[in-house]
């Protein structure tokens, strides 16, 4: 991608949060809205700027980001383990279908209260719950990727008399990588999401509970400078995704 391709991708959406920030601004300084409940960006990015400069952001936010890749990484795991058993047995596939929809549906905070009784609250709780939100999107669109592959590429196997663990990692896991990923690039977004809401309500450490803390302590100006640093964090998890997918799957860029 070219400089100018990329300014080009860029700079509308670019444009687009100047304007709204603009506009929050102007409407704090013209007391449209309470400072107090909601500051001005400038006074954010104030805020912000000292907690950086004091060094508060990195305990919380590496307590918050190995929760959750350690809950990220055995979701994927599971989600494509179990996929591609019930992608390549008809037998599996009707033995799983069921329980995981009905699982699937339930909203995953949800689940927190009842895994307070067999989990108590800490890491176990906060970490099971993340694992479980970002496991289903890995394992629908694994299975979708594996019943998705093209017959000829299995029949080709077959005629070379690979064997089953050949056929899975030479043929079944390349040709179903592109749904793959596109599964766990929505669970990484989920993964996120669940574990500031589990650390809100079961940590006592992590930028969930920090931001929570903020906000009972009325310090919203710090609330809002964390919010800013989640917004940061989810931006480069995002990028970081595409980057490594870009490395892995080139010929989807160029589709």
Not at 151 to 168: E, K
């Amino acid at each position: 991608m070219s400089r100018r391709t990329a300014m080009a991708r860029w700079l509308p959406g670019a444009a687009s949060v100047l304007l709204v920030l603009a506009a929050w601004e102007a409407a704090v300084r013209a007391g449209a809205v309470n400072p107090a409940l909601l500051p001005a960006p400038s006074v954010v990015l104030s805020t912000l700027g000292g907690v950086l400069r004091a060094g508060e952001v990195f305990g919380p936010l590496r307590q918050t980001l190995q929760l959750m890749a350690a809950g990220y990484a055995i979701a994927c795991v599971l989600g494509i383990a179990l996929g591609i058993v019930m992608g390549r047995s008809e037998a599996g596939y009707r033995l799983f279908e069921p329980l995981v929809e009905l699982v699937r549906p339930i909203p995953k905070p949800a689940l927190i209260p009842p895994l307070f009784l067999f989990l108590g609250i800490g890491v176990k709780t906060m970490l099971f719950i993340v694992v479980l939100a970002a496991f289903f999107p890995v394992l629908i669109n694994t299975v979708q990727g594996v019943r998705g592959i093209d017959p000829v590429l299995l029949n080709t196997a077959r005629t070379f008399r690979l064997g089953r663990a050949a056929v899975v990692f030479k043929v079944v896991l390349p040709a179903a990588l592109p749904m793959i990923a596109i599964g766990m690039r929505v669970s990484l977004a989920i993964a996120l999401t669940l574990v500031i809401v589990a650390e809100m309500l079961a940590g006592e450490n992590g930028v969930g509970f920090l931001i929570l803390d903020m906000q009972r302590a009325f310090r919203i100006q710090h609330m809002y400078a964390w919010l800013v640093v989640l917004a940061a964090v989810g931006v480069a998890l995002n990028a970081a995704f595409e980057w490594v997918e870009r490395r892995l799957l080139p010929w989807r860029g160029r589709q």
